[in-house]
């Protein structure tokens, strides 16, 4: 996985309470076997005015043109904004793995669906919250700013707007030096394997009808 | 005195050890796998040459891709064939237990888990699925994963999680006739919202929820995660462990005192604090119909669609809106004013046989109305299809109209061939009405079985507990 450290990007304002993860990746496209090339996809049915298929080549596909995504003024963003319960539904990694592949790195809502939140951190894909005021006064800002950036430091844990102010942000220490790290989970997870092991075989002497003969 | 609630429990005993940044290695003992979400976690194995930890903890079924047609064919479609293929090749490989698409024992996995006795009391159960909240009805902390955790459970046998808070939802009272668990969970939703319980593991408790038997139960909980919950759970009772007795997996004989013994302290204690607590009267909940594109834009049948003008908040009022539009509905437009293009009965929520025999129950010799182009049942799993057909419940279906299918997830998010076109209205017993679930420009309504049988006869919602043709 790759670190997740500082970033300057421009944002891309998805104005919407609740959007879930049929929305951000539609079933159609879960068809793959692959983690990438989904981004082309991102956001299908909100995005084009045509129904998607899998393998499609998208670039002449007729788009909807008041989407944002599809707005030149936010092209290349990396950093997405939107409102409560951002990612929730179902639990699709291939969310992620759209949003990634399109080049977001950071999503900002007021609140995330906790599996999303989650998956976010396994693919160095950094979410956070911010209240729903700051949210919507970068809404705002970003309405009258052509070209609006934020810069993000995970490691100070903040985000500094054009005016120069800042923000925090809350993440628990786990995630957040997994990130900078871009550690490998599994392998920390197997540093506890003799605590695994003892654990399994005391439990397959209270509960031996959970193991199979 | 111990004061803990059943969340305390089930993730104190499955805790290995606390990280030094304060989570929980937590233990897992069954692994669900289904054809969607695996494949990548199964390549990340390979690559990092990477064993199943425990073979015996997975069990695994194609459900979201499947037809729910003749079969004798395959799958037509190639990319929905390969990632089904794909599952098989991946079990052979590392020598997983899978029911095939052609085991009559094959099904949606949160019906085939509790079905085969996989899923048990005091387990911790998962699967890269959401839904996998439902198997918290025999007592169990089940959850949902994404893909990168399913490869680590199969590497590691374990996650890295913090835990949850306890929110207890109790539902006192008595249900009235022809209200059942999904209403419950409908209503519940619409008093917490779709973000509710988000950061909270709930159990549900009262006098209505221990009412319900153990597959409603299953539908309560499966719905927990339209509340933003990850886990949902009931405690364990004399149901749970009668449900569970005999079933392929469920301990053997000479096991079996020593389960039921470990079981029984499968209960929140009588001192156990709750972060939070919801009451609902279950005498007041009448039956639910969404109208929205979010679980929780729900309302009984005997409502009207809400009118934006009504709504002082700006951005709720901008959500109403949006619906609206893309439900094609108007503000105060009466419920049963709905008219539907299909009807679906099936899903993780609602396929078991007990929703069967509630959709079957109210259909009483009648016929699917000519205004509706396709009503579906699909039972959860080959082996409910089975024990449908020997009660005969497939005639009554069929001779009503509906079509009587081949188990699977089908038109619950149109992955296969089923699907909903550009603004058909559906009545639909699955649990999630969001913009294009059924199909792109579908308008999904959530009801219960027996909802969506009389809505299938009228053409239109009608409220099932004042349907005086139910019954001869």
């Known amino acids: 996985m790759d670190a997740f450290t500082t970033l300057n990007g421009l944002v891309v304002p998805i104005d919407r309470a609740n959007v879930d993860t049929d929305a951000i990746i539609p079933k159609q496209f879960l068809k793959s076997v692959k983690r990438s090339g989904f981004g082309p996809n991102l956001f299908d049915e909100w ?23 599809n707005q030149p003024r936010f092209s290349g963003a990396q950093i997405l904004i939107a409102r409560d319960n951002f990612g929730c539904g179902s639990s699709r990694e291939h969310a992620v793995w759209a949003l990634l592949d399109h080049g977001i790195k950071v999503v900002i809502a007021p609140s995330f669906a906790d599996i999303f939140y989650n998956n976010c951190f396994k693919n160095g894909v950094l979410p956070f919250a911010l209240s729903a005021d700051d949210v919507d006064r970068i809404f705002k800002e970003i309405d009258a700013n052509e070209g609006y950036r934020l810069q993000v430091d995970l490691a100070a844990q903040h985000v500094t707007l054009p005016s120069g102010e800042t923000m925090n942000f809350e993440i628990d220490n786990f995630r957040k030096e997994c990130l900078l790290q871009g550690l490998d989970e599994i392998a920390l997870s197997l540093q506890h394997a003799d605590a695994v092991r003892e654990y399994e075989a005391k439990r397959k002497q209270d509960a031996p009808w959970l193991f199979a003969s | 005195m111990s004061n803990n609630t059943l969340y305390d429990k089930l993730w104190n005993s499955h805790q290995v050890r606390e990280t030094d940044e304060g989570a929980s290695v937590l233990y897992i003992d069954r692994h669900l796998v289904h054809e969607v979400t695996s494949p990548q976690a199964f390549e990340g194995l390979r690559i990092a040459d990477r064993k199943p930890w425990r073979v015996d903890s997975v069990l695994a079924t194609p459900d979201h891709n499947v037809p729910t047609t003749d079969r004798s064919k395959g799958i037509e479609e190639a990319v929905a064939r390969i990632q089904v293929e794909t ?37 911790t159960v998962v699967c890269g699925d959401s839904h996998t909240s439902t198997h918290g009805a025999l007592g169990a902390l089940a959850f949902g994963i994404g893909t990168s955790e399913v490869e680590h459970v199969l590497a590691t046998q374990c996650l890295i999680q913090k835990k949850s808070k306890n929110m207890l939802v109790q539902v006192d009272g008595q249900l009235r006739d022809g209200v059942s668990a999904k209403d419950m969970a409908l209503a519940i939703i619409g008093e917490i919202g779709t973000a509710g319980g988000t950061g909270y593991a709930i159990e549900f408790g009262g006098e209505a929820v221990r009412a319900l038997s153990v597959e409603g139960r299953m539908t309560l909980c499966n719905m927990t995660i339209e509340a933003g919950a990850r886990a949902g759970m009931v405690a364990v009772d004399e149901k749970t462990i009668e449900y569970v007795r005999g079933r392929t997996y469920a301990p053997k004989p000479d096991q079996w005192e020593q389960a039921k013994a470990a079981w029984a302290d499968l209960h929140s204690d009588d001192g156990a604090e709750f972060d939070r607590t919801v009451m609902i009267d279950g005498a007041t909940i009448e039956p639910q119909v969404t109208w929205g594109t979010s679980p929780e834009m729900v309302l009984p049948v005997g409502g009207s669609v809400p009118r934006p003008e009504d709504e002082a908040d700006s951005v709720k009022r901008g959500n109403i809106e949006r619906a609206l539009a893309y439900m094609g509905l108007e503000g105060g437009q009466a419920i049963t004013d709905i008219k539907l293009d299909k009807v679906f009965i099936g899903s993780c929520t ?14 009483n010799g009648r016929q699917v109305a000519e205004t509706v182009n396709q009503a579906l049942v699909v039972p959860g799993s080959g082996l409910v299809k089975r024990q449908a057909e020997a009660e005969g419940l497939d005639k009554i279906f069929t001779e009503a109209g509906f079509e009587w299918r081949e188990p699977g997830c089908s038109m619950c998010l149109a992955m296969n061939a089923d699907r909903l076109g550009d603004g058909e209205h559906c009545a639909s017993t699955s649990n999630r009405n969001f913009e294009g679930r059924q199909g792109q420009g579908g308008r999904t309504h959530l009801v219960s079985p027996a909802m969506a049988a009389v809505a299938a006869i009228a053409g239109h919602f009608v409220d099932v507990t004042q349907d005086a043709e139910k019954e001869a």
């Open chain 2, 350 to 363: 609602n396929s078991r046989i007990e929703d069967l025999r509630d959709a079957a129950a109210v259909i």
């Open chain 1, 47 to 69: 995005r084009y005015t045509d129904v998607g298929e899998p393998d499609q080549d998208c670039s002449g596909r007729p788009v909807n043109a008041d989407f944002a995504l």
């Open chain 2, 87 to 123: 599952l098989d090749s991946n079990c052979e490989e590392f020598g997983l237990t899978e029911f095939k698409m052609d085991d009559p024992r094959q099904g949606i996995v949160h019906v085939v888990g509790p079905e085969s006795g996989a899923t048990l009391p005091g387990m």
